[in-house]
């Protein structure tokens, strides 16, 4: 695949000259890193235009021999600023010495379904990280917490600190309220479901009152299967105008990753081993109690058990029994790779298991990738991906419930004073202050979601057809994703709240959650150069099919029999099945224009059909068009300074289809001594639903400046909804309380800027950093239906607030004599990133990442919580020092005013540390004599520092899980960590 | 122009022909409409439905009617200071219910939307039965008549449900169509309207013949016949009658019920139950002694009850008592023992207790006394001895209302019945007892 980039063409068009073409010529010669010195091994050395090609070996030798006597050979290696030279018979050796590039422009984005063009080209801003920035300061637990903070552009918000993850991604604002606002992954040509499914807790938190599962159940988003460290690259497709390429799947945007593959030369063994702790990154504290106090909150009665326990120094902080465990992180990895001219291979290895902050909760992950790319014949070439993750995570209660069991919700009315540990015998005490005793319940309860996947892929190149002009290539490409997720939720009948008539006698629930996603597709691509090779196209021509198969199984089991957990030994089991089937697909057409390097332009045009639409085989149009100008390649152009000045624009149109079933109004199953029976659903069908279309124009400048030290990249945007899929609330009176409709618009405006620079670069000292700024506005520029509350929990504790001409994303309450007002926004002001990487003496490295979202507000429910238990810590100050204590003027607001539940969740935070050292190669030529390649040591942190005035565990919050608006709702959230590692890798 | 390349491959027609062609007749073929994989559709029972179809929106209407039953009877319990409704997860139940400081009732959170949604899905289900019943070829008329008898019947129940809520705000009658609903009409009229809804079922009910074609659960045990059936609906039209204050036709309306004054207060029909799959727990059933999620006895219930009066079981002494936003209590509500006990509709007691309320209201207050003797006798009480006027017999009736009735969604509507809200004990200074709910956001009035 990597033999047709765009850039070969470029190559070939810049720099073709003839030349006879008898005999061969053999190059050989050694590539190193400009600034170190260092020997690069891997570094591609290829003859443009032709299939020759080599890479260096580990001491970064290469020999070539070109087909011709004279020629060309490009080096290029990731990371680092391609070069080209001319070749003559006279040049037997070449030792070449590549410059590392901080601004990547050499690298490519992706641009069509099968075809990519340098940055330095693209007409998109298109966010890319790579190895360095996804694993190379610390250890992410997950996938999804390893891009937090470093996308421009996005505003990813974890749900949680539970082990296994769990995010609400957007990019440029919210794209969809009901619709899908989660970005489309694809590894590897693999479309990967993201689905977060609900492991029926709410059959015991009853969170959101009836039914066994729902969005407050804290599930894990699954693309946090994904092992970070197999990653090569994320590069993210923001919006539609360069989404517009997958069509109906891309409305909240795509992201593209890529993962490691070999290279030709020496088989490489990288081995690392991390060792780490977590803790509690922001624990709040308990109210400090007096007789007083207990009396006022708690009853006269409990001031004698406050009395004893205080004289017996018994008080316990419940805060830090539940949360406060260290829990210790361990991490290998063992990465393989290599191969030969014809075939080059990857094995990626990882055992994770890590302990969360609160006891038995964790997560554990085994992965092993298997990467294969194969060269059959000049005319045929393959890539194959596969991968198989073993995961679990034990994820404890936590969040939203309506019967006082979650850890956080029952610790919120239990004080100090009270005992709730185990006797000598193992028996819990009741928590005569709540309805669980969550010690027990963290001890005896199971929650743990267990995954088997398998990703599959398969690229098959055929070039048909190949002449000085023209060449073209058939890549076929297949992709399979399927899991199976076993969810187990076991409540002993034991508990507090399972046992002497609560609950249901125990509660066995048992989810079986199957899923397969398949997609093909194969496109055409031709590559033409016409006008002596001033004018290149790039032609293709294909067609897609994707199909999504989900069957979920929810078995909850109660009156269990002892301490069993199968479903058999239960007195009552009761069965939830839902089931998804799509099945898409779509024709794709790409015209890509390249006059000099000066004038880049693209159009395509996606055609889409889906099950999921009501007209099931009306093809739905998704174009797109884009310019590049590159001023600096102009002949005018005669500021030697600039070595770019980039204006480009970008428009593009993408589809996002509504919630599966949205079309259906049907009976669900509702029975009564021993009848089965129906009842309508209470969400009404609507036959005429449509596909909410984005439409996005994007446009920008990119300008570098001294060798491209330092790059400023400027990107405004315009996105607007239409169609946008809504749930109107209909009038309960019709007895449905919901229909899916097509009724609003849209619009999200923002700016994106990025500044890349290289502050120093000395032989013993390099700094490269880079900033970014983003921000979002959005506006519902219209709404067909009245305005109507969404997500939170009504206008008395604040909710968001659909109405038209005010933010997607303001939040609503009461407030005194005003009625229901705007009270915030959950979308932050601005957000920026702060990048550094520090290079000391070729050996010492020192990176950091700070974050800081400026603005948006949370609904903090969780120290409404408290306050009402009288167990906030600031229970008894006066910060306003009006003689009301702030509890109890928060509790007055009830009903009153939401205003103190909104509470503003800026933050500024160290997110990311690291610190390494490589030992220098000399030393280890010596001890090792070259066995050993490459020995690393380093410390990191995450979360280490955070500046916020939040009180909160975590101003990154989400009880309501990743998808739609209602991020930001703080309800008993398992707290979040910081996280301290230390490393030891060592290649051979 | 030197072509640099050593070869030049030769386009071979034949693949790429075969492979263009396998790519573009792919996604040529058509699509099928996948049908909903995990549901039938409303459409699949508009026509021509089955007895199988028809009673499976039978069963469901009834397995329907216990949906959010706990948040009503919470509702109705705490403004009628009935009982304290605390929850470790939700303060409003203490704060808006209760109408503390300056809370109000929220036209637009659980407490007003959720029962009221519950019952006009019901109520909308009834709509598609009646539907389904009149469009098929498939029933008997006697089948026909059972169905749309049943259906009348328990869609009156569900709009009087809501009308207790929303009081002089009123509820929407005509709901059939969802595009094009009804307005919301005032209570006199709601009442009169649901009155003729149950005249109407009993017509049908009167043609059903001897059995219904559908099975109802034990909660109907006694009243599954169409017989049955129609004193179970003569009973409710009984309540609606006093209601209206039309207390002679009450008097009516009981002698065509199961009412008897020498029969047990609890025979009745009941919503049932069970751990079924599919089936429904008793929302109304809290342990004992439980701590966070808890129904804890208004303190007046105990300070006023007789010592003799057996009804005070119905609440029982806590180990310790709850406290929760400056209210407290000693004694749980004890209505149910195990989260599957069945949980009144209408029953005998109740009906003892319109007949003396319609004697008292027609000016037969010896006959009140007689009915009013037989609820204090059958509950460990002497005779009444009070003085034997309108006003007091009033006073008295209400009072064994109270008892006999506890926490069986009663004692809020009576109050306001007889405009005695204001003698509802008041706990914390600024507490409100609020008349009426307001009518959910979501219909747009």
């Known amino acids: 695949m990597k033999r047709h980039y765009p850039l070969k063409l470029l190559v070939l068009l810049l720099f073709l000259v003839p030349f006879a073409l008898f005999g061969q010529t053999t190059v050989q010669g050694t590539v190193t890193d400009a600034g170190s010195g260092r020997a690069l091994p891997g570094v591609s050395v290829v003859v443009p235009g032709t299939t020759v090609g080599t890479n260096t070996d580990a001491d970064g030798n290469y020999t070539i021999t070109l087909p011709t006597e004279s020629g060309k050979l490009t080096f290029s290696f990731l990371g680092y600023t391609s070069q080209t030279f001319n070749i003559t018979p006279a040049v037997i050796e070449l030792e070449v010495q590549l410059k590392e590039s901080i601004t990547s422009l050499d690298e490519v984005v992706v641009t069509g379904l099968a075809t990519t063009v340098k940055r330095a080209n693209a007409a998109n801003a298109v966010s890319t990280i790579n ?49 899908n606002s989660q970005p489309l992954y694809v590894v590897d040509g693999i479309i990967m479901d993201n689905s977060s499914i609900s492991s029926g807790l709410n059959a015991v938190t009853a969170a959101s009152g009836g039914g066994n599962s729902s969005n407050q159940d804290n599930a894990s988003n699954r693309i946090a299967d994904l092992n970070p460290d197999d990653i090569e690259s994320i590069e993210i497709l923001k919006g539609a105008s360069a989404a517009a390429i997958y069509g109906s799947l891309a409305s909240a945007g795509v992201v593209i990753i890529t993962t490691k593959r070999g290279a030709a030369g020496k088989t490489l063994i990288d081995f690392s081993q991390d060792i780490g702790f977590a803790e509690a990154a922001n624990l709040l504290g308990m109210r400090t109690l007096n007789e007083e106090r207990v009396e006022a909150s708690f009853g006269a009665s409990a001031v004698p058990l406050f009395v004893a326990a205080r004289d017996a120094g018994r008080l316990v902080d419940y805060e830090e029994e539940l949360y406060g465990n260290t829990g210790m992180l361990y991490s290998s990895r063992l990465n393989v790779s290599g191969g030969s001219d014809k075939t080059r291979f990857f094995v990626g290895g990882l055992i994770q298991d890590e302990e969360g902050i609160i006891r038995r909760t964790g997560y554990e992950k085994k992965s092993i990738r298997f990467n294969l790319d194969h060269v059959v014949s000049d005319r045929f070439d393959f890539s194959l991906s596969s991968n198989f993750i073993n995961s679990t995570a034990k994820r404890g209660l936590t969040n939203n419930d309506n019967a006082g069991v979650s850890f956080g919700v029952a610790m919120s009315s239990t004080p100090s004073f009270v005992d709730l540990f185990p006797d000598e015998s193992g028996l819990y005490p009741n928590n005569p202050f709540g309805a669980s005793n969550f010690l027990q ?229 509702s029975n009564i001594g021993g009848n089965p029976g129906s009842i309508v659903n209470a969400q009404r069908g609507n036959e005429g639903i449509e596909q909410e279309r984005q439409k996005e124009f994007e446009t920008g400048f990119d300008i570098g400046m001294w060798n491209n030290r330092i790059l400023f990249e400027a990107t405004y945007y315009i996105k607007t909804v239409s169609d946008l899929i809504l749930i109107r609330n209909t009038p309960p009176a019709s007895g449905f309380t919901t229909q899916v409709v097509n009724a609003g618009e849209l619009q999200n405006r923002g700016v994106e800027l990025s500044l890349s620079t290289v502050p120093l670069e000395t032989t013993n000292f390099k700094w490269d950093s880079k900033v970014s700024y983003w921000t979002n506005e959005s506006e519902i520029t219209q709404l067909d239906v009245p305005a109507f509350p969404l997500g939170a929990f009504g206008n008395t504790l604040g909710t968001f607030f659909i109405e038209e001409g005010e933010s997607a994303t303001q939040i609503v309450g009461i407030k005194g004599d005003e009625g229901v007002a705007k009270l915030g926004d959950a979308a932050p002001d601005f957000q920026m990133n702060f990048h550094n990487f520090l290079t000391i003496k070729q050996n010492l490295t020192f990176s ?141 | 122009m030197i072509i640099m390349k050593n070869y030049i491959k030769q386009l071979k027609y034949k693949p790429v022909v075969a492979l263009l062609a396998m790519a573009l007749v792919l996604p040529s073929c058509e699509l099928d409409d996948i049908p909903d994989p995990n549901n039938p559709t409303i459409e699949s029972v508009r026509e021509n439905a089955t007895v199988d179809d028809l009673n499976n929106l039978v069963v469901g209407t009834e397995s329907g009617m216990r949906n959010v039953l706990g948040t009503y009877y919470d509702n109705v319990g705490v403004i009628g200071r009935e009982h304290y409704r605390f929850s470790g997860a939700d303060p409003r139940f203490t704060s808006d219910l ?211 009066d057996d009804r005070a079981s119905k609440v029982s002494l806590r180990n310790a008592p709850a406290t929760q936003s400056f209210l407290t209590g000693r004694y749980d509500v004890a209505l149910y023992a195990t989260n599957t006990d069945p949980v009144p509709i209408i029953r005998n007691e109740e009906l003892i207790l319109i007949y003396a309320e319609a004697n008292i209201q027609t000016g037969d207050l010896g006959e009140a006394v007689r009915a009013l003797n037989i609820i204090r006798t059958g509950h460990g009480l002497q005779p009444y001895t009070g003085p034997v006027t309108e006003q007091a017999l009033i006073n008295e009736m209400l009072e064994q209302r109270r008892f006999s009735l506890y926490f069986e969604g009663h004692r809020w509507i009576d109050m306001r019945r007889y405009n005695r809200l204001g003698q509802l004990p008041i706990d914390r200074g600024g507490d409100d007892v609020w008349v009426s709910f307001p009518i959910p956001f979501a219909e747009n009035v």
């Open chain 1, 131 to 179: 190895t360095r920035e996804i694993t190379g300061i610390t250890t992410p637990q997950t996938m999804d917490a390893a891009i937090s903070g470093k996308l421009v552009g996005a505003n990813v918000v974890s749900n949680s600190g539970a082990p296994g993850g769990g995010i609400a991604m957007k990019l440029r604002g919210i794209t969809s309220i009901f619709g």
């Open chain 2, 98 to 308: 209760l109408g503390a400081a300056n809370a109000v009732l929220d036209n637009n959170t659980f407490y007003t939307t959720n029962p009221w949604s519950a019952r006009y899905r019901v109520v909308k289900n009834t709509n598609i039965l009646i539907d389904a019943a009149t469009n098929t070829e498939l029933i008997t008329e006697e089948q026909r008549q059972g169905y749309l008898g049943f259906a009348k019947t328990i869609k009156a129940h569900q709009l009087l449900m809501n009308l207790t809520m929303m009081n002089e705000n009123g509820i929407r009658l005509d709901v059939e169509d969802p595009d094009n609903l009804g307005p919301i009409v005032d209570k006199a009229a709601a009442l009169t309207a649901i009155s003729g809804l149950l005249d109407e079922a009993a017509d049908h009910l009167q043609q059903a013949g001897t059995e219904f074609a559908f099975p109802l659960s034990e909660g109907f045990e006694g009243f599954s016949t169409p017989s049955g059936f129609l004193e179970f609906n003569r009973a409710l039209a009984a309540r609606v009658a006093v209601y209206r204050e039309n207390y002679a036709e009450a008097l009516t309306l009981l002698q065509a019920s199961f009412f008897d004054l020498d029969g047990a207060f609890s025979n009745g029909v009941y919503y049932v139950f069970s751990t079924q799959p599919g089936d429904q727990l008793n929302p109304l059933y809290f342990a004992p002694n439980a701590a966070g999620e808890v129904r804890i006895a208004h303190p007046s219930y105990i300070e006023d009850i007789a010592p003799n």
């Open chain 1, 441 to 669: 319940t963290r001890d005896l309860i199971t929650n743990e979601e267990n995954t088997d996947r398998f990703l599959g892929g398969l690229t098959l190149n055929s070039y048909l057809q190949e002449s000085g002009v023209s060449n073209t290539k058939l890549v076929i490409r297949a992709g399979l994703d399927f899991y199976n997720l076993r969810t187990r939720a076991l409540f002993p009948r034991l508990l507090q709240f399972q046992s002497a008539g609560n609950g249901t006698g125990g509660a066995s629930i048992q989810g079986n959650n199957y899923n397969l996603n398949t997609n093909y597709a194969a496109f055409l691509v031709n590559n033409l150069s016409l006008s002596d090779n001033s004018l290149f196209l790039t032609t293709t021509l294909g067609a897609t099919r994707e199909n999504f198969n989900q069957d979920l199984t929810l078995n909850v089991a109660t009156q269990l029999i002892g301490t069993q957990s199968n479903l058999d030994q239960a007195g009552a089991v009761e069965v939830d099945q839902t089931q998804l089937k799509v099945r898409n697909k779509g024709l794709f057409m790409q015209e890509e224009v390249n006059w000099r390097d000066r004038i880049i332009a693209t159009a395509g045009l996606r055609l889409d059909k889906s099950s999921n639409n009501a007209d099931v085989n009306e093809f739905k149009a998704f174009p797109k068009f884009s310019v590049a100008l590159n001023l600096t390649n102009f002949d005018f152009w005669d500021y030697d300074n600039f070595n770019m000045v980039k204006l480009r624009a970008a428009y593009g149109e993408a589809g996002g289809f509504p919630p599966f079933g949205a079309k259906f109004t049907s009976l669900v199953a």
């Open chain 1, 848 to 988: 950091f990442l700070l974050h800081w979202k400026q603005g948006g507000q949370n609904i903090n429910l969780t120290q409404l919580l408290t306050d009402l238990g009288g167990t906030s810590f600031d229970y008894d100050d006066d910060d306003d020092g009006d003689g009301i204590s702030n509890a109890e003027e928060r509790i007055d607001a009830l009903g009153v005013s939401a205003e103190p539940f909104v509470q503003d969740a800026s933050y500024l935070r160290l997110r990311e540390v690291g610190l390494y050292y490589t030992l220098p190669t000399p030393l280890l030529e010596r001890a090792f004599g070259g066995i050993v390649r490459q020995v690393r040591v380093g410390a990191s942190a995450n979360n280490i520092l955070t500046f916020t005035d939040y009180d909160g565990y975590d101003p990154e919050v989400s009880n309501f899980g990743g998808n739609g608006l209602s991020t930001g709702v703080d309800v008993t959230p398992f707290p979040s960590a910081r996280r301290y590692f230390f490393h030891f890798s060592i290649g051979f």
